[in-house]
């Protein structure tokens, strides 16, 4: 169970479970509070329950337990076009037969909105997405980015003060991707307004996000902003879902100052930041960033030898798997600037790294 400590909340998911069979749980006892106006992405693999936090949210699931409140109000029997919450979907869900105009008009139709008031907010919520020129456009007329836009602009025209994404930007190519994520974090910076985001994709997450949810089993292991998720993961799950990582499987050998000793497989020892870890004897994982270690450099406590098994070029980087301690998917990225001297497959080298920088976490 994980409980962060808003003031005020606006959403509040209070001991919320899920079952679709009445046996098998796959959402855990969620406590989670989300302030008004933040951004708050849920990311976890498939089946980690994510997407089902999001549907109860909407409406279109139902706790099997526990109550989800709206700005203090519980929406647990509320249906879904009742509680003013815009929604956008991997798939956009545009009616196909209505111009784009239609298409947002539809939502302020239904809530009572006269005509000429629901044209002036169709024709500001398309300039808010830079699409006001494709009014009189139908769906089919439009790229999968500008579908999206559109699906965008459709779930802010009524100007709700909660937006639900769920995989928005799943079917986009790369580089569009990565140029909506920044306009969606635009929008919400410049509207004000409280998103609720699913996703899988880590990059995205830590890209828009205020605080990032890892799910994982129906349970959040770990709620944080971006920086702390990455630099601070506080189990092992949390260490390898978010970027790149390096492990090293050990045992706890004992404790020294506000450090941890740990033996490796291959009988050495080494020292680490304790996070997770037990009593001398317990199995326990290091986790190392792979920008955290020093190839051939000042040599320290955590300095090792290393077998160079692949080179890969990246451009602003080389990327260097090693053999270190046992472990042949040991990463160093090493920058691509003056100094550096050429490395070889299959030389001998060294790598080092600050003890603090490596985590001692629970074995996976």
């Known amino acids: 169970m994980v409980e962060e400590l808003v003031q005020d909340a606006f959403v509040e998911f209070d001991r919320v479970q899920k079952s679709y069979d009445g046996e098998t749980l796959v959402v855990k006892d969620l406590n989670l509070r989300i302030a008004k106006g933040e951004f708050v992405t849920m990311l976890g693999p498939s089946g980690s329950g994510k997407t089902t936090c999001l549907m109860m949210l909407a409406g279109f699931e139902t706790a099997t337990s526990g109550e989800i409140r709206l700005d ?22 545009l009616f196909p037969h209505m111009t784009v105009g239609e298409n947002l008009s539809f939502p302020l139709e239904v809530r009572g909105m006269g005509r000429e008031a629901r044209a002036e907010k169709v024709r500001a919520a398309l300039d808010m997405v830079q699409m006001g020129d494709f009014i009189n456009r139908r769906p089919a007329q439009l790229s999968g980015g500008q579908q999206q836009r559109i699906a965008l602009a459709r779930a802010l025209v009524f100007e709700p003060e909660l937006v639900l994404m769920d995989e928005p930007l799943g079917a986009l190519d790369k580089q569009l991707r990565e140029h909506m994520q920044f306009e969606i974090k635009h929008l919400h910076e410049r509207l004000g307004i409280t998103v609720v985001y699913v996703t899988h994709d880590q990059a995205e997450a830590l890209t828009m996000s205020d605080r990032v949810a890892v799910f994982n089993n129906g349970v959040i292991q770990q709620l944080a902003s971006p920086e702390d998720l990455y630099e601070r993961p506080e189990n092992s799950f949390v260490a390898q879902f978010i970027g790149e990582n390096n492990k090293l499987e050990g045992t ?54 290393a077998e160079v098994l692949e080179l890969i070029y990246l451009g602003d980087h080389l990327r260097c798997r090693l053999r270190v301690h046992g472990n042949e998917d040991f990463i160093v990225k090493v920058p691509n600037s003056a100094g550096h001297r050429p490395l070889v497959v299959g030389e001998r080298t060294r790598v080092s790294w600050n003890a603090q920088d490596a985590r001692a976490l629970d074995p996976l």
């Not at 956008?88 to 869900?93: C, D, G, L, R, T």
Request: overall charge negative; charged content about 25%; some cysteine.
């Open 252 to 305: 706890v050998e004992g404790y020294e100052d506000d450090l941890v000793l740990v033996r490796l497989a291959d009988g050495a020892i080494t020292r680490a930041n304790p996070v997770k870890c037990g009593d001398p004897g317990s199995a326990t994982l290091i986790s190392i960033r792979p920008e955290r270690v020093w190839l051939e450099g000042e040599t320290n406590a955590n300095t090792t030898e």
């Open 72 to 93: 203090g109000r519980p929406i647990n029997n509320i249906p879904p076009h009742k509680r003013g919450i815009g929604m956008v979907f991997q798939n956009y869900a």
